[in-house]
C-alpha cells in the first residue's frame, strides 16, 4: 500500500497521540458508563492493576470517545419494539430542578433520553420529535403516567399513535431510571446538564 495510506490512516485514528492503547481507552470509557463508579475510583482501579493514569485523563476520554462507542452500539441493537413507556425524573442540579426523560420500549432497552428544564407541552413535543429518529419508525402504542404534558404534545407530534396513561402501567419507564439515580448518589449529584445527559 501507499504511504498516502497509511498517512490518511494516521489522521483518520481517533487515538492517534494518546499515550495507552485503544484497550485500555475502551475499558475505562465502559466502566464509567457500566457502572456508577466515578473517574476517581476508575483511576484506583486502574492503579491496582498497574496502571497509573489520572482521573483527569479518565474524564477526557470519557467526553471524546463515549458518544462514538454509543452510536456504535447503537447501530448494533436490535430493533426497538413498538410498545414505548415514557417517565420523567425529577434531578437536582446546583439547587434548580431540570427532568430527565426517558423512552423505554416494551423490552426494556433505552431508546432515548433527554434532559430539559421543565415538564410542559414544548417539553414533550421536542421529545416525541426526538424520539421517532433512532428507532426509524414511530410506535404503536406510548404509555405514560398522568402528567397532561404528554397528552398535549403527543396530539401534535404523534397523531396516530394510541396513547395510555396509567400510572401502574408504567413500572418498566419507572425501573429504568434507577441506574441514574444510582449514579447520582454515587456522584454525590449531577454537576451539569450535559454530566447528567
Known amino acids: 500500500m501507499s504511504n498516502d495510506f497509511w498517512e490518511v490512516a494516521a489522521i483518520d485514528n481517533p487515538y492517534r497521540g494518546h499515550r495507552f492503547p485503544a484497550e485500555l481507552i475502551s475499558y475505562c470509557v465502559w466502566l464509567y458508563y457500566t457502572f456508577p463508579l466515578s473517574f476517581r475510583?476508575?483511576?484506583?482501579?486502574?492503579?491496582?492493576?498497574?496502571?497509573?493514569?489520572?482521573?483527569e485523563a479518565i474524564r477526557g476520554w470519557c467526553l471524546k470517545f463515549a458518544q462514538g462507542y454509543a452510536n456504535q452500539l447503537r447501530k448494533q441493537r436490535p430493533k426497538p419494539g413498538d410498545k414505548w413507556h415514557l417517565d420523567e425524573v425529577v434531578i437536582t442540579i446546583k439547587g434548580e430542578k431540570f427532568y430527565l426523560w426517558r423512552?423505554?420500549?416494551?423490552?426494556?432497552?433505552?431508546?432515548?433520553?433527554?434532559?430539559?428544564?421543565r415538564p410542559n407541552k414544548v417539553a414533550a413535543k421536542k421529545f416525541f420529535h426526538k424520539l421517532p429518529k433512532p428507532a426509524g419508525f414511530a410506535p404503536r402504542v406510548i404509555i405514560t403516567d398522568k402528567l397532561k404534558s404528554y397528552g398535549a404534545g403527543k396530539r401534535d407530534i404523534l397523531k396516530?399513535?394510541?396513547?395510555?396513561?396509567?400510572?401502574?402501567?408504567n413500572n418498566r419507564a419507572e425501573n429504568s431510571h434507577r441506574p441514574t439515580r444510582m449514579r447520582e448518589r454515587r456522584?454525590?449529584?449531577?454537576k451539569s446538564m450535559g454530566h447528567t445527559q
Open 160 to 169: 396516530g399513535v394510541e396513547h395510555r396513561q396509567h400510572k401502574g402501567l
Open 41 to 55: 475510583d476508575i483511576e484506583k482501579m486502574m492503579l491496582y492493576r498497574g496502571v497509573t493514569v489520572t482521573y
Open 103 to 117: 423512552a423505554v420500549d416494551q423490552n426494556g432497552t433505552v431508546l432515548d433520553i433527554l434532559m430539559q428544564r
Open 187 to 190: 456522584m454525590g449529584r449531577f
